[in-house]
Structure formats: C-alpha cells, structure tokens
C-alpha cells in the first residue's frame, strides 16, 4: 500500500512561494476503505489548499460512488471529474485495485467541467460535444486546453475526439483518456461532481497563465509491410488485402495453435500486437482486442477506416520502456522552456500487461527525463487522447503525457 | 516511420465514410478529410453561407467567408498561420481545408482536389440514392397505408373482417399442418341494437371503441381480436385447450361487465355472449366462424351473458331457427298473427269486463304456436315491434266486430307493448292509425308496459306516451311489485290499471308477506285512484283475500284461459246476459 506521506514526502509539491500560483499534486491510496482511501489520497493535495480541479482515476474494485461523493465533499468549490481505471500509475510505481488523485490549483488556473451522455447505438460523439461545451463558461488564460474521458467500450473512440473537436475548434488541444474496468470489458465508469455516469463523456477546460502542453510516443514498429484496409465496419476490421483479417493477422504473427481457437489466449495474444494506421507523419495505433472465428474479423477499440494504409505492428519491453520514459520529456520540451509543475501520464492499458508480464512496470515509470519533486499521476487506459495539430488524436497502445508548467 | 506512399489511399478512406444509411455521411467525410491530411480547418462553402465547418469558431467563420472572392492561401487565426486550400465541389460550392504552419505540398494539392471531386461526384450519387430511397419510401408507406385502410376497422382501430379472415386462413393452414390449434371466440354485444335505439349511434360507437379496447387489452401475444361487423368481435386464439377458451371467455364477460356498467354504457346487464368453437382439419374459415356463431346464438338462448361450445347439434338448430325467422316474416306478412283473449273480471260482481290481448301465431303446417315458441327468434330478428302492431291490430278487429254485431258495452283491451315499440317514436302513430281503421274506442284500450321499459328509458317513453294520453290511451302496468315499484312515474304518467304480478298473488292465504304486499299496493292504488288488475289467480281463498283487499279486477285460469276472439265473444256475451239476468232477477 501507498500512503499519502510517502508521496509527499517523496514527490513534494514544486513552489513558488507560500502561496504558489500553479501548483499540481497526486495523491493515491490503496486502501479499499473508502473513508480512508480518500483521506489518504486527499492529504498531500489539502496541504496545498483547495485545489481547482481533482481528476480521479479508480478502480472498480473500489465503491466508486462513495469516493467520489467524499472526494466532492472533500474539495468543496473544487471541480471534480474522473473515470474508472485499469491500473493507476505515479512515479515509480502502478497500483491495482487503488485510487489515485491528480489536482491542479493556484490562481494561475481556471477550470470549467461538463458531461454528456451517449449511447452503444449512437456513440459518443454527440455526448463529447456537450461535455466539451464547459469551454464555453471558461474563464480564459493565455494557455487553454480541454481534459476529456470517456466510456472506453461505447463505439468507436475516434468519435470523441470529433465530437470535442466539433466545439473546441483549432485553437484547443485535446488530451485524455478512455476510462477501463481492470480488464473484465465489461462496463466502465465516468464520474462529474461526484456523480457515476456510463456510457458518458467527461470534461474540464482549463486555462492557464503558463504553457501546458501534451506529449505522445509508442515505440512500435511495423512488422508487416503496408496493406490496404479493404473491410471494415465500425470498430470491426473485415478485411486486409481482400483477405480475412483474422487470417493475416495470425500468419503474419504466427500464431500459435491455441491463439487460434481460444478467445483467451487470443485477447493476451494481441495486447502487444497492435495494427498501425498510416498517417500524415506518424502511425496510430489501434488495439486489437478480440477475434471473430467464425466470421474471420478483428475488433478494435477504435475505428481502422476503410482504405486506410494498415500495419501489423511488433514492439519489446525495451521499445515500451523507452516510450514512456521519454513521452515527458516529449511534452516538457514545448512549455517554452519553462520547467514543468507535474505530469498527468495517461497509459495503455495493453503496454501495462507486457510490462507486468516481465516485471518491468515499476521500472517503466522511474522516467528519467522528470525531475524529482514534480508530481506525476495518471491511469491505464482503453485508449489514449491527444490532439495537438490537424482534427484526429484517438489513439491506442500509446502513452500521453501532458506537462503543466 | 514506412516509405510506403501514404496519400493515393486517403481518396479511399474519403469514399468509404460516404453511407447511404447515415445522415451524417457528409460530415463524416469531412472529418477525414481533415484527418487524412492533418488539417484543423474543413468547410464546405456555398455563396457566403456554410454547409458544414469544423475548427472555427464563430468569429472565425466570418474571417474565412471573407476570403472567398479572393481565395487566398492563408488566413492568420490567434497568431496561427493556416495554409488553406480550395478545390471546387461543382457548382457553386466549395470545400475548404486549412492546416497551421504546414503549407500543403504539390501531391496534398493533387489529393485534396481528388477529395473534392470524390465528395461532389459522391453528394451527388448520395443525393440520387436518397430521393431514390425517399420515393420507394413513400410508395411503401402509401401502400402500407392502403392495406390499412383496407385492413383496419375504422371506428375500432381492430382488424376488419377481411383482415380477421386472411389470418384465420394462415392460421387454419398452420392447423392443417399440425402446427397447433386455434379457437374462435365469437363475441356479440346483448341488447348492442337497443343503444342504438334508445341513445343513439354516438352512444353505441363509443359501446363499441370501449369493447374494443377491452378485448384489445385481453388479447394475448400471438393471438388477434377483429371487428366482424356492427356488434360482433371475432378473437382468434391459440389456445391447448377448449376450457382454457371457455375460461377466457368467461373473463372477457366478466371484464366487458364491470367496464361496461361502471362507465354508465346504457347496455343491459348480460353485456356480451360469447361463442367458442375450436378448429378441426379440414375446416375453413368460413365454417369456422359459423360454428362460433352458432355457439354464440346458443349462449344468447340460454339467457345471454355467456358463453357455449360450438357443438354439431347447435347446426341443425340454427338451421331451425333460420327456418323459423323466415316463416315468422311470411306470417307477419300473411295475417298469421293472432290475438287470444283472456278474461278479466270484476270482483264485485264476477262479471266479464276486459280481456288481455295475448299473441298466437296461426301457422299453417305446424298449427298453433304460443309464444314461448317464437318470441325469442323474433328478438333476435328485431321483429317485435311487427308483432306488437299485429297483435294489437287484431285484437281490435275482433273486439270492434262484437260491437257492430251486437250493440253494448264494449269489453276494456289491454294490449301489450315491448321495449322496442315504446322506444319506436312512431308508436302513436301506428296506435292512431289502428284505432282509426278499427273504430276501436281509445278510451277502452289499455296498453301494457313493465316498469322496467318504462323506468329504463324515460325520455322516449315520455314522449309516446305524451302523445297516447292526447288519443285518450291509458296504461296499465304490467307485473307491478317485480321490478322499481316507483311510484313518480305513475303520478307522472296517465297510468289507469297496476297489476299485481302473479308470484305475489300464488302466495296469497295464511298472513304470509304477500298479503301484506298486495294489500299495501291495493290501498295505495285506491288512493291515487288507480284501479288494480290481480294477474294468475287461480283459487277461490286467493279471490276471497283479493275482495278482502278491495282489488278491483281479477285475471287468471280460474275465470278462463286465452281463448280464441270467437270463444271469447261468447264468453263475454255470456257474462254480459248472466249481469243482466241478475238485474232483472233482483
């Protein structure tokens, strides 16, 4: 178990003076005692004082209405938004089954929160556009941006970002995540001023007298050389080269025997074999997560559009560690030189299980490029959201991380 | 980072978001556009007005219309700079992207205007498509609206009789395939005519739209309720059992019951009769449904308010009663209706006085039929005011004959009168009429009506009876003490005669109850002076405590059955010389 004091007394808060104008702090616990819990993860933040905004990620292992109504409690005026999670990460180390708290305070901020509600039918797209309205009451900074989560396994997540996007326009950065469940892919939930939603979108616009900026890496590399996507329906991936897109996918990797009948081993099979969409100047990726036998296709967490340039994507345990350990210093470098207050590090969840397999996530999350004393806080995520130029930003099997200076 | 080219296959990736099936499809392709090429900025322009735009806000808009003559390559947003891009859409229209701080190269160029003749040849499939779509749309709904209207009882909403026989057919072919079987509950509103009659085609739509939603609200899953016609329901059921049917049916009477009263619907008590008959191979619809029937008029004979099996037997008997309504027409129409007399006589002398005009039909092959024989069918065939009138008019024949031949006093007339002739607004005129032709004087004819036809429609009792008392027609109420025993009425109305119901005067004798009840409606006839006719009397004692009670009258066995008018003259004139005999004797 994590206590608050250790993480204080680890990570203390960067200052300007008694009274800094930026502050950003992380608190966890993994105490399932709800009381306890946020006491604990609340303690390092209240030192601070009220913060103005409180992002809580939480397992579904804990009684999320409960803590989420006392974090609400607990922070008064504070702004609260959150999401369940699959894992929490702070420096050094994960939690599973914990809580974890990121705030941000200081007259330096402004922030504004919204939701909207969607459905399986419709998706999110609509819901992103309502929850992204909040920017609308925003009390501008120099620096905006727009904090978003969402229901991770409610239709294609590519929607939630164009729905934000919609609303937000140009000038706005997007960042967020897609809530997780631990991994049952059952049901996730999202969380406003204390309130449980599902299949909702959550957001809070924030303004800030200093730079804020978003970094993204992966560290995946094609495996294949490029097909074209020459089926697909949603998050369903029918076809590659007019050929099964099961069938590629398990040549392609050489599967073994098992994998090819048995779901299970086909959902740890594919946590680190992502597919790679071809874009302007980068590749995203999409996170395969299931196979159909009999209908011969993949599921994706998020949309492979048809005729888009596809690869089959390979990684290591190095390649994820060096992802991660250089995202923020990816999202430092644009603060204008100035030094960052803290992190918010948003993970996939599938990068969680290939280091885990190998003992290597505490490792993963020393990262090296951030100084001591600057919080970092975050969760593991069914799909990862950072736009910073063009319209897109969904991605998956990625790391984001957002630098606040 | 691949070296595989990446643009060709966006073009692609544009024209696979264009669905016939979403009405987002336009925004759709836009956003890929957008994403296919990094840009922030997408916007399809028409004139000075937006189609559709993503990355700008309001104000910015308005920055961007003004580039449009211009069509420069750059607009300067926030301290951004935006490299923009026009390709044409065909016509007027416009498709604008912009990216920050990238100007687009010479294959973007190349592919952004592939997009934008991809999207305008695209919108216009799409829009072809649709209207396509929209007119195939509209012809089914007109069609689907046909079938309604040919489907769909109109003041119910239920199925027709077309669309209740199309599906007993398919189901009948389900039972030929051993698929089950099915039941036919055949549902006729009791008494439905008299609503009509009594309070109006509004009252009896609403009787029906309210029956109607009951059976629709009892109709399981699977099995339909229709509107075979006026007031006949048809349920079509798959049911294992025939009790499970007569148990349905017995809720469907017992719900029809309680809404029906509850909602004031003037409807008698009994509501529905119900007819249940259960399919057998080789049946089709039409017999199906005419074995329900049969059994439903089976439910009616046995007193209404209920339901009966279809049985083999119940064929032959409708075909009897078939044969019956049909001779009953031919002998209302062939004079063979006839008035019996029965004697009513005076128990302060024991002398003939008046008769009752009882209804015999004369058939040719099957001889003298009473009414218990007929009536019922004549019900049924709405043929009682025919028989009313024929009745009436014979026995004023016959009685007004005895007058032209012998000169004396004429005997009083009591005639009875149904529910449906007092609601008839024409009675009076009909009345008048008989009187007319006969010369039979108004001022000797009774007519006899129960309390229940009275009480239960006043309004258009009052207004024949209104116009009886101006021909000087007096009315005797018939079985008095069985049903209100309301006395306003006959303050109300020129009622001259009460007589007593027969069950009060069998149990006269020995200080019972009815003694006690016949002797208070003797006194309170006296004093409202009215005179009182004792019906069914039999015995000397009952004659003896009828004097005692002062009773005016006296009908029953013991001073004579109905008889024929040739019989009965005789007997009148027999009373009439035996009342003289005792005058001149005293």
Redesign the interface.
């Known amino acids: 178990m994590t206590s608050a004091s250790d993480t204080a007394s680890r990570f203390p808060a960067t200052s300007d003076a008694d009274e800094p104008r930026r502050w950003v702090r992380v608190g966890c616990s993994s105490d399932r005692d709800p009381q306890r819990a946020v006491a604990e993860a609340l303690a390092p933040i209240l030192e601070l004082g009220q913060p103005r905004l409180a992002v809580l990620f939480c397992s579904p292992a804990q009684d999320l209405r409960t803590v989420s109504s006392l974090v609400q409690q607990a922070i008064g005026d504070g702004e609260l938004i959150g999401c369940s999670s699959a894992g929490e990460l702070i420096r050094d180390h994960a939690l599973s089954g914990g809580l974890l708290i990121w705030a941000l305070g200081g007259p330096g901020f402004t922030v504004t929160t919204g939701y909207g509600l969607g459905n399986p039918d419709q998706g999110l797209r609509n819901a992103a556009a309502q929850a992204a309205r909040c920017i609308e009451a925003l009390e501008r900074r120099e620096h905006t941006l727009l904090f978003l989560l969402a229901d991770g396994l409610c239709g294609d997540q590519m929607e939630v970002v164009?729905g934000a996007?919609?609303v937000c326009?140009?000038?706005v950065p997007l960042m967020g995540g897609c809530a997780g469940d631990d991994m049952a892919l059952q049901s996730t939930r999202q969380i406003h001023e204390g309130t449980l939603l599902s299949h909702a979108v959550v957001a809070a616009a924030i303004s800030s007298d200093a730079p804020m900026a978003i970094g993204i890496a992966h560290g995946w590399k094609?495996l294949s050389?490029?097909m074209?996507v020459t089926g697909?329906q949603g998050t369903t991936l029918i076809s590659l080269d007019d050929r099964p897109a099961l069938d590629v996918y398990l040549e392609a990797y050489d599967a073994p025997a098992e994998v090819r009948e048995n779901p299970t081993a086909f959902f740890q099979f594919a946590h680190t074999r992502p597919i790679g969409i071809?874009?302007?100047?980068?590749?995203e990726i999409r996170y395969v997560y299931s196979a159909d036998y009999e209908a011969r296709t993949l599921t994706v967490f998020a949309e492979v559009?048809?005729?888009?340039?596809a690869?089959l994507m390979q990684g290591s345990c190095s390649s994820v560690l060096e992802a991660t350990a250089e995202v923020c210093a990816l999202a430092e470098q644009d603060l204008g030189g100035l030094p960052a207050r803290g992190f918010m590090l948003l993970e996939c969840v599938a990068r969680k299980s290939l280091l885990d397999q190998q003992g290597l996530l505490d490792a993963s999350l020393r990262l090296p490029t951030v100084k001591e004393g600057v919080s970092v806080g975050g969760f593991y995520t069914y799909g990862e959201i950072a736009r910073t130029?063009?319209?897109?930003g969904l991605h998956n099997q990625t790391v984001v991380a957002l630098a606040l200076a | 980072m691949s070296s595989a080219p990446w643009s060709l296959h966006l073009l692609g990736e544009v024209l696979s978001a264009f669905s016939v099936d979403s009405p987002t499809a336009l925004r759709d392709v836009v956003s890929r556009v957008a994403e296919a090429v990094d840009a922030e900025i997408t916007a399809i322009l028409r004139h000075d007005s937006f189609s559709l735009c993503t990355g700008l806000t309001q104000d910015e808009k308005g920055r961007l219309l003004e580039l449009v003559p211009s069509r420069s390559d750059r607009l300067v947003l926030e301290g951004t700079t935006y490299h923009l891009h026009w390709s044409p859409l065909g016509g007027d229209q416009l498709l604008v992207v912009g990216r920050a701080n990238t100007a687009y190269d010479l294959e973007e160029r190349a592919l952004l205007r592939g997009m934008g003749r991809s999207i305008e040849l695209s919108t216009r499939v799409l829009d072809a498509v649709r209207a396509q779509r929209e007119a195939l749309q509209a012809e089914k709904l007109a069609k689907e609206a046909a079938i309604r209207e040919a489907t769909i009882d109109h003041l119910t909403g239920l199925p027709n009789r077309r669309e209740l026989l199309r599906q007993l057919r398919e189901r009948l072919r389900r039972v030929a395939e051993d698929q089950g079987q099915q039941t036919v509950l055949f549902i006729d509103l009791d008494h439905f005519k008299q609503v009509n009659d009594l309070h109006g085609h509004r009252a009896g739509d609403q009787v029906l739209r309210v029956v109607a939603d009951h059976l629709r609200a009892m109709t399981r899953a699977g099995d339909v309720v229709g509107r075979m016609s006026g007031d006949e329901f048809v349920m079509l059921c798959s049911l294992p059992a025939a009790a499970d049917a007569e148990r349905l049916a017995t809720r469907i009477l017992d719900a029809l019951r309680e809404s029906l009263q509850s909602q004031g619907m003037a409807i008698a008590s009994a509501a529905a009769s119900i007819g249940i008959a259960v399919a057998e191979a080789g049946d089709t619809p039409d017999t199906l449904l005419d074995n329900a029937d049969m059994a439903m008029y089976a439910a009616k004979q046995r007193g209404r308010g209920r339901c009966a099996r279809y049985l083999p037997s119940m064929r032959e008997q409708l075909a009897e009663r078939h044969r019956l309504e049909e001779e009953l027409r031919q002998g209302l129409a062939g004079d063979q209706m006839r008035a019996w007399l029965q004697p009513i006589v005076s128990t302060a002398h024991g002398g003939v006085v008046g008769f009752e005009a009882l209804v015999r039909w004369q058939h040719p092959q099957r001889g003298l039929l009473s009414p218990d024989r007929f009536l019922a069918v004549a019900e049924e065939a709405d043929l009682l005011r025919d028989i009313d009138a024929a009745v009436l008019s014979d026995a004023c024949i016959q009685v007004s004959r005895w007058q032209t031949s012998r000169k004396g006093l004429l005997p009083r007339l009591s005639v009875n009168v149904s529910a449906v002739s007092l609601a008839d607004r024409r009675l009076h005129e009909r009345v008048s009429r008989t009187l007319e032709v006969t010369g039979f004087p108004a001022a000797n004819l009774f007519l006899e009506i129960t309390e229940t036809t009275l009480v239960d429609d006043l309004v258009s009792a009052s207004v024949n009876i209104t116009e009886l008392e101006r021909l000087g027609i007096r009315l005797a109420i018939d079985d008095f003490g069985t049903g209100y025993s309301s006395l306003s009425y006959l303050k109300r109305f020129p009622v001259g005669i009460l007589k007593i119901d027969r069950s009060f005067i069998s149990g006269l004798g020995g200080g019972s109850e009815d003694d006690v009840i016949v002797e208070t409606v003797v006194k309170m006839a006296r004093s409202l002076g009215l005179e009182v006719v004792a019906e069914g009397v039999e015995t000397a004692a009952q004659v003896e405590r009828l004097r005692l009670f002062g009773c005016h009258y006296l009908q029953g066995y013991l001073y004579g059955a109905p008889a024929a008018a040739e019989v009965s003259e005789a007997r009148y004139r027999a009373s009439l010389d035996a009342q003289l005999g005792m005058v001149l004797q005293s």
């Open positions: 164009r996007y919609d326009g140009a000038h094609p050389e490029p074209l697909s071809a874009r302007r100047n980068r590749t559009p048809q005729g888009a340039m690869y130029e063009g319209a897109g």
